[in-house]
C-alpha cells in the first residue's frame, strides 16, 4: 500500500525548492516516491499521480543491467566474454559483455559521433530521439570501427548498453523491446512499465516560450531501448526501488558491485554494474533524461531508503530534477521528513 505524504512532512526549505520547479511552467509536473523502512510514499502535484507515465530515460540502463545479469545466470552469457563471441564481427579487440556493463569499454559520451552530433545539430535534444532511425545493424557497423586498443577507466556512454541489446537479441531470439518489457513485468511485477504507450496516457507536452517540445518516439526494433527507452510510473518505481532494498536475487545483488576499473584516485564517482556510487558510500543512484523527461533514482540498501523523481521539465529546470532526488535523499538520511504526516 502507497500513502500520500503531506507537504507538512517536509521541511520548508525542501517544499520551497519543489514549488520553485513547479513554479516555471503551467505544464510542469513532478511526482516523488519514497521507500522509507518497508513503508511507500508518494507526492506531487497531480490529483492521481499513480496515473502519469513518465519516460525514465537512462534509468532503463540499470534494468537492462537486471536481464543480462539473469541472461547470465541462465547460461546464455558470460561477462567474462567479448562481444564477438556472440556478434558476426570482423576481427579484433573487442571489449566484454562486463566491460559495457560497467562504462569500462573506453566508449565516450557521444560515442558514435556520426549518429548523435548530427542529430543534436539538426533537431537538438529535446524535440527529436538522437537514435531515432538506429537498428541492431547500425551498432554493429559502429562496433566495428571501435575496437578495443588498451584497458579504460570509466566513461559514460549510451552505446554500450545498445550493444548489449543487440547481444541479447542474438542469443534469445526475440526483440530487445519485448525481452525488456516481459522481463519488467513477469520478473519485476512492474505491470505499467513499457517501451511504448499511447500518448493520451502521457504527460502533457512540455513548452518552452512558445514551442511545443513532442515525446521521443522508438521503434520496437531499435536498440538503443537499452540505454533510455523505457516509460514508467511512481508506482512501479517504487517496486523497483523496492527491489534494490529487498531483493536477494542474484541479478540484483550482482548489480550493487562497485567495478575495481571505474575507481580513480581524481574522483569519488565509481560505477556498479548499471548503477553508480561513490567510493566508501552504500548509496547506488542513476538519473535519466529523455527530451523534456527528467528522473533521478537514489537507494541505499544498508540503511532501508530509497527516493524517485519523476519530472516534466523545459529547459535549465531539468538539472533541478536530480538536485532534488539528493536533497530528499539527504533529507530521509538524517531523519526529517515526518512519514506519520499522511495526507487525508
Known amino acids: ?74 547460461g546464455k552469457l558470460s561477462l567474462e566474454k ?25 566508449y565516450g559520451h557521444l ?35 571501435r575496437k578495443k586498443k588498451k584497458e579504460y577507466g570509466y566513461s559514460y556512454s549510451d552505446f554500450p548498453y545498445a550493444i ?12 530487445f523491446s519485448e525481452l525488456i518489457e516481459e522481463f519488467v513485468h513477469n520478473e519485476l511485477n512492474m505491470k505499467n512499465t513499457h517501451v511504448t504507450v499511447p500518448e493520451e496516457t502521457r504527460e502533457p507536452h512540455s513548452a518552452y516560450g512558445k514551442r511545443i517540445f513532442d515525446f521521443w518516439k522508438w521503434k520496437c526494433d531499435n536498440p538503443y531501448i537499452a540505454a533510455g527507452g523505457l516509460v514508467s510510473t511512481v508506482s512501479d518505481m517504487l517496486t523497483y526501488i523496492t527491489h534494490q532494498i529487498e531483493s536477494d536475487r542474484e541479478y540484483i545483488t550482482q ?3 562497485i567495478c575495481e576499473n571505474s575507481l580513480s584516485p581524481k574522483r569519488n564517482l565509481a560505477c556498479c554494474i548499471g548503477w553508480h556510487t561513490y567510493k566508501r558510500s552504500n548509496q547506488l543512484w542513476h538519473v535519466g533524461g529523455v527530451g523534456t523527461f ?38 530521509m538520511k538524517i531523519k526529517k521528513i515526518d512519514f506519520k504526516k499522511i495526507k487525508q
Open 111 to 145: 560515442t558514435p559521433f556520426e549518429i548523435t552530433v548530427p542529430a543534436l545539430l539538426c533537431h537538438g535534444y529535446a524535440r527529436r530521439n538522437i537514435y531515432e532511425k538506429c537498428t541492431a545493424k547500425t551498432v554493429i557497423n559502429c562496433l566495428k570501427r
Open 255 to 257: 548489480s550493487h558491485k
Open 294 to 331: 527528467r528522473s533521478s533514482v537514489v537507494i541505499n540498501r544498508k540503511r532501508r531508503i530509497g527516493v524517485v523523481v519523476l519530472g516534466n521539465s523545459k529547459g535549465v529546470a531539468s538539472a533541478n530534477v536530480h538536485y532534488l532526488a539528493k536533497m530528499l535523499y539527504s533529507e
Open 82 to 106: 567479448s562481444v564477438a563471441d556472440y556478434l558476426n564481427l570482423t576481427k579484433g579487440n573487442y571489449p566484454t559483455l562486463y566491460e559495457l556493463l560497467t562504462h569500462t569499454a573506453g
Open 1 to 74: 500500500m502507497t500513502e500520500y505524504l503531506s507537504p507538512e512532512a517536509m521541511r520548508p526549505k525542501v517544499v520551497k525548492s519543489i514549488n520553485k520547479y513547479l513554479s516555471l511552467s503551467k505544464n510542469q509536473s513532478l511526482t516523488v516516491g519514497f521507500y522509507h523502512g518497508g513503508r511507500l510514499f508518494m507526492f506531487g502535484n497531480s490529483p492521481e499521480p499513480t496515473k502519469l507515465v513518465y519516460d525514465i530515460g537512462s534509468i532503463s540502463k540499470t534494468v537492462t543491467a537486471h536481464l543480462i545479469l539473469k541472461l547470465t545466470g541462465e
Open 164 to 175: 548489449l541489446a543487440v547481444v541479447a537479441e542474438t542469443v534469445t531470439g526475440k526483440r
